[in-house]
C-alpha cells in the first residue's frame, strides 16, 4: 500500500497583523505595530500550496480561527453586545483585544502533534491539540483545533484525536514545531523525536535565562503515552538553552528533519553526539538507515540562521530519492545562508535542491514555511478517509483565491482591531469557509 507525507497548511485569517505578541521570537517582536497585508499574507500562502501541489506533493489546507475571540474577552470581564465588548476592549485594555485577534493559528505546525497509524498501538492516526501555554494569544486556539481537526479527520476506525494536556507551565506543549519523525518510508514504522526546552519536575536539565522554554519534557512523554508509542520508537532530546536565548523559541527554527535525515545546526541540541546515536540505533531496528547533515556555526550562525529561518524550511522528499528544501526568500538575502546552500546543493548529497518562496508577511510576523504546515503520514486507506473538502486541487485553489479577494483587507493596523464591524466581517468570510473546505460547524459562532 502506498503511503505519504500530507502537508496541511495553515490558510492565514482575515485579522492577520503584527501585534508582537510572542516574547522570545525576534521577527514577532522586531515588526511590532507595522502594517500587515492579510490579503497579501493569505495568497502567499495559497500559492506555496499550489505550487507544491503541482510539484506532484499531496498537499491540504487547515482554516483559521474565529478572530476577534470574543468568547474569550468576556472570561476576562468585557460584556455587552459582541460591539460593546470589543469597543470597551479596546478603551481599557488594547493588548487583550490585540491578542483576541490574533491570527496565529496560521502557524499549524503548532496546532497538534500527529503519529502515523505505523507506530501507534492502536495503529490509527493520533492527534493531540498542542495547549500552547506559554503564550495568552495562542493559548486560546486549542477547542476550535480540535473540532477542526475532528471535522478533517473524522472517520474514528482511522484516525484518534486527544485534548489538549492540562493548560498549566508544567505540561508546555508547542505541538509538531517540536515534533519529527524519521522512517524509511512514511507507511512503515519510524523513530518519533521530541525535542523539549525544559523539564517541570526534574532539576538536572538546564533552562534559558532569557527567554521561556516553551515545550517541557513532561508534554512530550505525556503525547507518547497518549499515542501508544513503543518506547523503542521514541527519542527525547534537549534544544540547547543558549539557542532559546537568542530567539530559537521552537526546534523548527534550528533543525529539520524528514525520512532518514536530520537537518540541524551545528549549536541545535545538547549532548548531540548521544542524541544522534540512539537516533541511528533506533531508526535502524526498524530497517531506516539514519542520516545527519550538521550546518556548523563557522558557516552559519545561529542569528543567521534565527534572521533567514534557514531551518524553518520543508525538507520534502521525492520519487528519486533525493530531497528539496523549500526556504524563505530570506535565505537568498543572507549572504552566508545563501553562499552554504549553493554548496550543499552541489555537494551530491541527499538534499540536491533548493526552492524560494515569498512568505514575507508570515515571515514578519515570525514563521517561515514550516511553521505554516503540519505533516500527516497517511496510507492510500486512510488518505481516502480525510474529508476530501480540505484536500488541494486546482479548482479549491481557484475556490480560496477567490474567497480571500472577496473578504480580506490588505491594510490591517492596531486601530483597525478596534472597529466592529470586522468580527461581522471575519464570521461572514467563515461561514462561508467551512461550506468551501466541507467542515460543517466548527466555529463558536455557528455553534452557539
Request: some cysteine; glycine content about 8%.
Amino acid at each position: 500500500m502506498k503511503s505519504y507525507e500530507v502537508n496541511f497548511d495553515g490558510l492565514v485569517g482575515p485579522t492577520h497583523n503584527y501585534g508582537g505578541l510572542s516574547y522570545g521570537n525576534v521577527a514577532s517582536q522586531s515588526n511590532s505595530q507595522q502594517s500587515s497585508n492579510p490579503k497579501e499574507a493569505a495568497l502567499q500562502g495559497l500559492a506555496k500550496m499550489k505550487a507544491l501541489m503541482d510539484m506532484g506533493f499531496q498537499q491540504g489546507v487547515l482554516a483559521p480561527q474565529e478572530r476577534p475571540d470574543v468568547a474569550a474577552l468576556r472570561r476576562l470581564g468585557f460584556a455587552g453586545s459582541d460591539a460593546q465588548v470589543i469597543q470597551q476592549a479596546a478603551k481599557e485594555a488594547m493588548p487583550l483585544l490585540v491578542a483576541s485577534c490574533s491570527a496565529s493559528s496560521m502557524w499549524v505546525a503548532n496546532a497538534a502533534t500527529v503519529s502515523p497509524s505505523a507506530d501507534t498501538a492502536d495503529g490509527r492516526v493520533h492527534f493531540t491539540a498542542a495547549n500552547l501555554n506559554c503564550k495568552y494569544h495562542r493559548s486560546i486556539e486549542h477547542p476550535t483545533t480540535s473540532r477542526v481537526l475532528g471535522a478533517m479527520f473524522a472517520n474514528q476506525q482511522h484516525f484518534a484525536h486527544h485534548a489538549a494536556l492540562p493548560a498549566v507551565a508544567q505540561f508546555g506543549d508547542e505541538g509538531a514545531a517540536n515534533h519529527t519523525r524519521f522512517c524509511r518510508a512514511y507507511g512503515e514504522a519510524g523513530v518519533e523525536f521530541f525535542v523539549f526546552g525544559r523539564s517541570a519536575f526534574d532539576t538536572r536539565y538546564p533552562a534559558p535565562q532569557k527567554y521561556p522554554a516553551r515545550q517541557t519534557l513532561e508534554a512530550s512523554q505525556a503525547v507518547a503515552r497518549l499515542h501508544g508509542l513503543r518506547e523503542e520508537g521514541v527519542v527525547y532530546a534537549q534544544q540547547n538553552p543558549s539557542v532559546i536565548d537568542q530567539g530559537v523559541f521552537h526546534n523548527d527554527v534550528i533543525a529539520v528533519g524528514n525520512g532518514e535525515v536530520l537537518f540541524y545546526h551545528e549549536d541545535a541540541f545538547l549532548e548531540t553526539d548521544k542524541m544522534l546515536a540512539e537516533l541511528s540505533s533506533k531508526l535502524a531496528k526498524v530497517g531506516g538507515k539514519f542520516q545527519s547533515v550538521c550546518v556548523p556555526r563557522s558557516a552559519v550562525t545561529v542569528d543567521d540562521a534565527v534572521r533567514s529561518y534557514l531551518f524553518n524550511s520543508q525538507l520534502l522528499s521525492r520519487p528519486d530519492g533525493s530531497m528539496l528544501l523549500i526556504v524563505p526568500e530570506e535565505c537568498r538575502g543572507n549572504e552566508r545562508v545563501w553562499q552554504y546552500l549553493q554548496g550543499l546543493t552541489g555537494t551530491g548529497g541527499v538534499i540536491r535542491e533548493v526552492k524560494v518562496f515569498d512568505l514575507k508577511q508570515s515571515m514578519q510576523n515570525g514563521g517561515g514555511p514550516a511553521c505554516l504546515r503540519l505533516r500527516v503520514a497517511l496510507n492510500e486507506t486512510e488518505l481516502a478517509a480525510v474529508n476530501p473538502g480540505v484536500i488541494m486541487t486546482a479548482p479549491l485553489y481557484d475556490s480560496l483565491t477567490q474567497w480571500v479577494e472577496r473578504h480580506y483587507r490588505d491594510r490591517m493596523t492596531e486601530n483597525d482591531l478596534a472597529d466592529p464591524q470586522l468580527l461581522l466581517e471575519c464570521r461572514g468570510a467563515l461561514d462561508e469557509l467551512t461550506q468551501i473546505l466541507k467542515l460543517g460547524s466548527v466555529y463558536p459562532f455557528q455553534i452557539n
